[in-house]
């Protein structure tokens, strides 16, 4: 009887041994190696997708934010995992309560404290913006699309920072307000600087600067744009306005000329010798007009019998110019002349007196 009371007692220990085993396998396999597979059900039939899994998943992806409508937080996968055979024997601990609003909130405030949502996403190292964003329920922030990614990779649902297990996730939108905020704060930087601008310029063109340099620039620039203003508005006709100044050229040279035909009077013997010296001491024996040498016995000069244009007669002007008879009057009749007719000098142009010499 004794032996046989041991031998129960063994054999108790040794099912006690093994069902423990088996649990904490079962325990390693759902949740390090397969999570899907448990071996209380090996062959886990594939059920098919109803309307509602369809619904869930929809609400997965995260509500569309409409105009004039809050964007709204929520849990992802409410529904919290079944125990495995170890967490129901107590061999393993099991997952804490699912977390309230309350500790969601404080969750939250840790991680804005912690400004996990101005910060990259730790796992593609980019900006969130405006993609969707969840919270873990260790207070880190990442892309959606990352986790999953992460956690299709690792084949167990771990932190990426920390590494705690069976975290809970919530989807919020702390990073999309942020980057909405940043957005509204530079177009209205952009808006205050375009305005501070404008009014710069309106202030410096209506203000006189104290520099004395840049008071100068002020003075021309206002300068200038009253006379573009006055050449602008003001009714300008260029054939009407030259043909007034070459009548205002020619009065003018009348005037001029009646003057001096008033002063000019006839020269006496003794300013024709006068003016032989200035000739004389000049020394020049050209015709300005034909450009060839002049012959005048009471001259010095130095004569040439082979040349016959010598012995053309010169002609002394009051002005103390000389020229060949034929050359001033052929210049007489084809030269322009005054109202009365009355010839100038082809080098001065004065009215004057000739001599024939």
């Given at each position: 009887m004794k032996s046989d009371g041991a031998d129960n007692v063994k054999s108790?220990?040794?099912?006690?041994?093994?069902?423990?085993?088996v649990a904490f396998q079962d325990?390693?396999?759902?949740s390090l190696l397969h999570p899907d597979l448990s071996l209380s059900d090996p062959f886990p039939r594939r059920t098919r997708k109803t309307s509602r899994d369809a619904h869930t998943r929809e609400r997965g992806k995260g509500p569309q934010r409409r105009d004039g409508?809050?964007?709204?937080?929520?849990?992802?996968?409410?529904?919290?995992?079944?125990?495995?055979?170890?967490?129901?024997?107590?061999?393993?601990?099991?997952?804490?309560?699912r977390l309230t609003e309350d500790e969601w909130a404080q969750v939250k405030a840790r991680s804005v404290q912690q400004e996990e949502s101005a910060q990259p996403c730790v796992?593609?190292?980019?900006?969130?913006?405006?993609?969707?964003?969840?919270?873990?329920s260790c207070s880190h922030v990442f892309h959606r699309a990352c986790l999953q990614a992460f956690e299709r990779f690792s084949g167990r649902k771990c932190c990426p920072m920390c590494r705690r297990d069976q975290y809970e996730?919530?989807?919020?939108?702390?990073?999309a307000h942020l980057f909405r905020h940043q957005c509204a704060t530079r177009i209205q930087a952009y808006w205050r600087g375009y305005i501070a601008r404008k009014w710069y310029r309106c202030i410096k063109r209506t203000t006189c600067p104290k520099d004395k340099n840049l008071r100068r620039k002020f003075f021309e620039a206002k300068l200038q744009e009253l006379n573009d203003s006055f050449v602008r508005y003001?009714?300008?006709?260029?054939?009407?306005?030259?043909?007034?100044?070459?009548?205002?050229?020619?009065?003018?040279?009348?005037?001029?000329q009646q003057l001096e035909r008033k002063s000019v009077s006839e020269p006496q013997e003794n300013d024709w010798d006068r003016i032989k010296s200035q000739i004389i001491q000049r020394g020049v024996w050209d015709c300005p007009i034909c450009l060839t040498a002049l012959c005048n016995p009471s001259i010095p000069t130095q004569p040439d019998e082979s040349n016959p244009q010598q012995r053309r007669h010169t002609v002394l002007l009051s002005c103390s110019h000389l020229f060949h008879q034929l050359c001033l009057e052929a210049f007489e009749t084809f030269a322009a002349f005054t109202a009365d007719r009355r010839p100038t000098c082809p080098l001065c142009r004065s009215a004057y007196h000739k001599k024939l010499i």
């Open positions: 108790k220990g040794s099912n006690k041994l093994v069902l423990a085993s325990h390693i396999t759902r409508q809050e964007e709204r937080e929520y849990v992802l996968d409410p529904d919290p995992p079944s125990l495995t055979l170890a967490q129901r024997l107590g061999l393993v601990a099991s997952p804490g309560e796992i593609c190292r980019e900006e969130f913006r405006l993609q969707p964003q969840v919270l873990l996730t919530r989807v919020i939108h702390d990073a003001c009714h300008t006709d260029t054939e009407a306005f030259l043909s007034d100044i070459d009548r205002s050229l020619s009065s003018s040279r009348r005037v001029f």
